[in-house]
């Protein structure tokens, strides 16, 4: 089983400064069709997920430009430009590499 | 704009089995999707269950797998999760998601408590 570990923030964070959340990967998550699927997602309180990034680096439609993937083979990263007061909640890396695993989530303050 | 909605008993009781429809609407189940149940015991993480193409093949968590039943019926246009043996350890938000690694389309949960 491929197992996602994602760090925790220093919390809380100050509305207008940049974040940054990574991933660690068990495993590659290079996929044998070259894809590398590891996905961002949000859930704010009280609301199921909405996914934020897609394939490392894909900004999912309507996701504002603050919001940016990076990484690659087992490690990633999520980073929000500047934080705003609808950013709080908890994000999740997922991978869909080998059938479908999340991180342990990692909360966002304010 | 593709719609999940998930239903089911709210109360199961231990040793029983767990039944959740999610029907789907403004879409096709037999779309070229995969279409997965996911889990959220009371304030911790998301746990995947397990997925099912329109085709009918389906994955499972490997930690539920013996217990684990999900399935399509294209005439009603909905998916179905059947959870055997369960246990206070699957009291959980319930949700149905179509790929959720590429897409956004989540129903709002159900919350299933298992309990006598």
């Known amino acids: 089983d491929i197992v996602l570990t994602q760090t925790t923030l220093s919390s809380p964070v100050t509305l207008g400064q940049p974040a940054s959340i990574s991933c660690r990967s068990s495993q590659s998550l290079v996929h044998s069709d070259g894809n590398t699927y590891l996905s961002w997602l949000q859930q704010r309180p009280g609301q199921p997920p909405r996914l934020l990034i897609y394939?490392?680096?894909n900004r999912f439609s309507g996701v504002p430009d603050r919001f940016s993937g990076s990484g690659a083979g087992t490690d990633f990263t999520l980073k929000i430009n500047r934080v705003e007061a609808e950013d709080v909640g908890v994000y999740y890396c997922m991978q869909a590499t080998q059938l479908i695993t999340f991180g342990q989530g990692t909360r966002l303050e304010i | 704009q593709v719609q999940l909605q998930e239903s089911g008993p709210g109360l199961v009781k231990p040793s029983g089995t767990l039944s959740l429809t999610c029907v789907v609407s403004g879409g096709s189940v037999s779309s070229n999707n995969w279409w997965s149940w996911v889990r959220q015991p009371p304030g911790k993480g998301l746990e995947w269950v397990g997925e099912?193409?329109?085709?009918?093949?389906?994955n499972y968590n490997p930690s539920l797998k013996s217990r684990v039943t999900v399935s399509l019926d294209k005439s009603k246009n909905q998916i179905s999760l059947k959870l055997s043996s369960v246990t206070a350890a699957d009291t959980a938000i319930y949700y149905c998601?179509?790929?959720?690694?590429?897409?956004?389309?989540w129903g709002q949960g159900t919350l299933v408590t298992v309990s006598s």
């Open positions: 099912i193409y329109h085709s009918g093949t389906t």
């Open positions: 998601t179509r790929s959720p690694y590429d897409d956004n389309c």
């Open positions: 394939k490392i680096s």
